[in-house]
């Protein structure tokens, strides 16, 4: 059994499409997050969601929205692509807010802009 | 600013034998958490060990040890006995939040990427 789980995995798309990415963990969390990886595998927080609330929410523009319908639940949903958003994004949770709470990520949904 | 600084951006062990990678940190705080991810080609992000600055004890799990420098703010992480599994990238992961704050914002270093020689 997954415990983050996001889909799609690849996901090859035009520019100036919208696309959305789902997750879902089963760990019982209240936090969850979103975190992208770029070509050089810099990882940098994108949002995080507290219980439904939206609590972290980085300089992203906002052609980026996160949405939570429950805390077990966050889709990432992207406006007009720009070549630049291609990257692998991860969602990820942790069973509270708290700093230093161990981060459990899913394996990540590689989005390609051509 | 609190910075993650990861030094070897490639390392090469032989099977069986230990590998250090080091990892550096700045923060103002006195207590605060550490960790130490793997991603294997795979791409799913693994954690490794995670370390609390209070402790005195540097963690271990299994074959993965930290050597933990509070005032050196240095987080290395060993590795014995290497195996083939164990090639991947590893990150260096710090909170960029207070001790027991209300948000939890990783900062990864820019990563290790260590090979594993048959």
């Known amino acids: 059994d997954t415990a983050v789980s996001q889909t799609p995995k690849y996901l090859v798309t035009q520019m100036g499409n919208d696309k959305s990415i789902k997750c879902e963990q089963n760990?019982?969390?209240?936090?969850m997050y979103w975190y992208k990886q770029d070509s050089k595998k810099f990882l940098k927080i994108m949002f995080s969601y507290n219980n439904k609330e939206l609590i972290i929410n980085e300089t992203v523009p906002n052609r980026f929205s996160p949405k939570s319908p429950d805390k077990a639940h966050l889709n990432l949903h992207i406006n007009s692509l720009e070549l630049g958003d291609s990257a692998v994004y991860f969602c990820?949770?942790?069973?509270?807010?708290?700093?230093?709470?161990?981060?459990?990520f899913g394996e990540g949904s590689w989005l390609t802009v051509v | 600013a609190q910075t993650v600084t990861q030094s070897q951006p490639e390392m090469s062990v032989q099977e069986a034998e230990t590998v250090t990678l080091s990892c550096t940190y700045d923060?103002?705080?006195?207590?605060?958490?550490l960790f130490w991810y793997k991603q294997p080609p795979s791409r799913q992000m693994i954690l490794v060990i995670r370390?609390?600055?209070?402790?005195?004890q540097n963690a271990t799990e299994n074959r993965f040890s930290v050597n933990f420098q509070k005032a050196a703010k240095s987080f290395s992480l060993k590795i014995s006995d290497s195996q083939l599994g164990d090639t991947a990238m590893y990150f260096c992961a710090f909170p960029r939040s207070p001790y027991g704050g209300a948000t939890n914002k990783l900062i990864f270093g820019t990563g290790t990427l260590l090979a594993v020689q048959p």
């Open positions: 760990l019982g969390h209240d936090t």
């Open positions: 990820a949770s942790s069973p509270d807010r708290g700093s230093g709470n161990t981060i459990y």
């Open positions: 923060t103002s705080e006195s207590n605060y958490y």
């Open positions: 370390q609390e600055a209070y402790k005195q």
